[in-house]
């Protein structure tokens, strides 16, 4: 928005037709130009809005709405036959199980995490607190790469899991150990802050009377964090639903035993069915729609308390 | 971050610290154990794996030719697309945080969409639109301007993926500032644009700094809405992360692992980077 664009809105709005850009930048005048310059600015302040919204619509909006309109490109029917097809819906329940389970893994260990963060005091915490970054800077592709080398052929750890006879690489394990990983951090990261809020006063009250550490937890500790928690809930299991490049490189990409949802899509893609794909990728999108709504409640609670 | 307060890290009085340290000690080790086995033991693998050839091996796996043009273009693009992210997120935070207009709450609530859509799905989204047989597409290259399987399309993929980073750094900044000395340059005859530059931006510029690191880093390693939009040609289109990924899947694990090294090396460094600033501004939000 710079002068050239100033001097446009004058001309539009037809009040002053000299170099306003000019005199906007001496204060003498103003008394002169108060009225044109508040009708100036109520139109630079609509252009404004205007340019955000047009960028939020094009890189957003229209290609929500291209990929409904393609999804339907063959009529409703082929849409319903898509996703109602075997491949589709298994791969649909492998990606609310794995996200779940992730999500439960994540939320026990990410709240000891946040606590020993926020309430202990031991040698290393710095560095936990570091680590705990670490999945946000890995590309998911290193993040699936990464236990490809632990748990794949001549892997660190390949021979502890084969002597108990568990298959992790190209299994479901290793995608449960994909979606973990991408998705750790969130928890923590919403927790943290709202428990170093709560006073731990109240905590060695409860103790003091004689709760022991878990009814402590449950009825002092919980109750205060509980809308940062499910914040941060939400964000994982968004997170775990919508992962590819880890899953990709750990998975076999056996159709129907470990095929999530977004699998199913790339796979889709590789065959050229591109109503399939599309299909998939609008009940995604759909779910990411619900899952929104519910990060926005759960953040809007998290801020008021 | 506020975890640095140091009446919080001294918790309990010492009469229910004897009651207690089973409780402590175990979430203390879970705590490191999960860290230790989710994390540090994945990257000691890739590093040892990177360098498993010596320095001079790790090196020529860069610089080959391919790897190091995926290397160039993803920090070519990883820059525009920020760049773009700093000037289109300041401007939507302000218009978020100033003006009123009609559907402002919907469109606030809409900034987070790219973190709740599958990276995939944004990039079938803008195939859809985009793609060669689709109207827009069809329409754009018949313009000379080809969007998908090309630069544009990667760098469009990646301005979805981070569009929601430097608006939500700048927007809570944006909204604690007081009003006060904006009005009086505004009254004292600063054009809207001077107040902007000489009042508001100095005060949102760490905040818009911030974002633009997280938005980079994010585009660093991402993968999955680029390798849909991409053609994954070399040089043009094939990013460090795509890359990463051919090479995964033609089974040369070092040169999978060398790249790797660097890109972590580069995005963590980022985020240090974005944590020491975040801390030093909690520090003086304490001071002030």
């Known amino acids: 928005m710079s002068q050239a664009e100033t001097t446009i809105h004058s001309r539009n709005a037809g009040g002053a037709t000299i170099a306003t850009s000019e005199l906007s930048q001496s204060a003498l005048s103003r008394g002169r130009e108060a009225k044109p310059r508040k009708q100036r600015s109520r139109i630079k302040e609509s252009i404004l809005i205007l340019v955000a919204l047009l960028y939020a619509g094009g890189l957003l909006i229209a290609p929500l709405i291209a990929i409904v309109w393609g999804s339907l490109a063959e009529g409703a029917g082929a849409f319903a036959r898509e996703i109602t097809s075997t491949d589709a819906v298994s791969s649909f329940k492998l990606t609310l199980i794995m996200a779940a389970t992730a999500t439960v893994i994540n ?21 936990i607190n570091g680590l705990v970054d670490m999945p946000f800077a890995v590309s998911p592709v290193i993040a699936g790469f990464m236990l490809i080398l ?93 992962e590819i490049g880890a899953v990709l490189v750990v998975s076999g990409g056996v159709s129907g035993l470990t095929e999530t949802s977004t699998l199913f899509i790339y796979r889709s893609l590789d065959d050229r069915n591109y109503v399939g794909a599309n299909a998939m990728s609008v009940v995604l999108a759909g779910v990411s729609f619900l899952i929104l709504i519910v990060i926005e409640f759960f953040k809007k609670r998290a801020e008021d308390h | 971050m506020s975890v640095e307060q140091p009446q919080l890290n001294n918790p309990l009085p010492l009469a229910t610290r004897g009651a207690l340290p089973w409780g402590r000690w175990g979430i203390r080790w879970a705590a490191v154990i999960y860290l230790g086995f989710l994390v540090v033991l994945p990257l000691s693998a890739i590093i040892q794996n990177g360098l498993s050839g010596g320095l001079a091996a790790f090196w020529s796996d860069i610089v080959d030719p391919i790897a190091f043009g995926a290397l160039k273009l993803t920090l070519t693009i990883a820059v525009i697309v920020t760049l773009i992210n700093a ?63 090309a630069t544009p399309g990667v760098v469009l993929a990646l301005l979805v993926v981070t569009y929601p980073f430097v608006i939500r750094t700048v927007q809570p900044v944006l909204m604690e500032a007081e009003r006060g000395q904006e009005e009086a340059a505004y009254t004292l005859g600063a054009s809207g644009w001077t107040t902007f530059r000489r009042v508001v ?58 790249m790797s090294i660097l890109l972590l090396a580069l995005s963590f460094s980022l985020i240090l980077i974005v944590e020491w600033m975040q801390s030093r501004k909690g520090k003086r939000n304490v001071a002030g």
């Open chain 2, 201 to 258: 931006l100095p005060m949102i510029l760490p905040a818009i700094i911030t974002g633009s690191l997280l938005s980079f880093a994010r585009a660093l390693g991402e993968f999955g809405s680029v390798v849909v939009v991409a053609g994954n040609i070399p040089g043009r289109t094939l990013t460090a992360p795509v890359y990463v990924y051919g090479q995964i899947e033609s089974q040369n694990q070092r040169g999978a692992s060398s």
């Open chain 2, 87 to 149: 000037a289109m997120g300041t401007l939507t935070a302000y218009v978020l945080v100033r003006y009123q207009f009609p559907g402002r709450r919907l469109f606030n609530s809409l900034i987070d969409m790219p973190f709740a859509i599958p990276t995939l799905v944004t990039g079938v989204m803008l195939v859809a639109l985009y793609g060669p047989q689709r109207t827009l597409g069809a329409w754009l290259s018949s313009h000379g301007i080809q969007v998908v399987f």
């Open chain 1, 150 to 242: 632990l748990f794949g052929r001549g892997g660190w750890l390949t021979h502890l899991t084969e002597g108990i006879g568990l298959k992790v690489v190209f299994a479901l394990p290793g995608i449960l150990l994909a979606t973990v990983f991408i998705s750790l951090p969130f928890v923590i990261r919403e927790v943290a802050p709202v428990l170093s809020q709560v006073s731990a006063d109240q905590e060695s009250a409860a103790h003091t009377m004689g709760a022991s550490g878990w009814q402590t937890f449950w009825h002092v500790t919980l109750p205060a964090i509980r809308w940062g928690l499910l914040y941060g809930v939400s964000l994982t299991f968004a997170r775990a639903v919508g």
């Open chain 1, 107 to 127: 939320t026990v260990f990410g709240l000891c995490i946040a606590w020993a963060l926020v309430r202990d005091d031991f040698w290393g915490r710095r560095i």
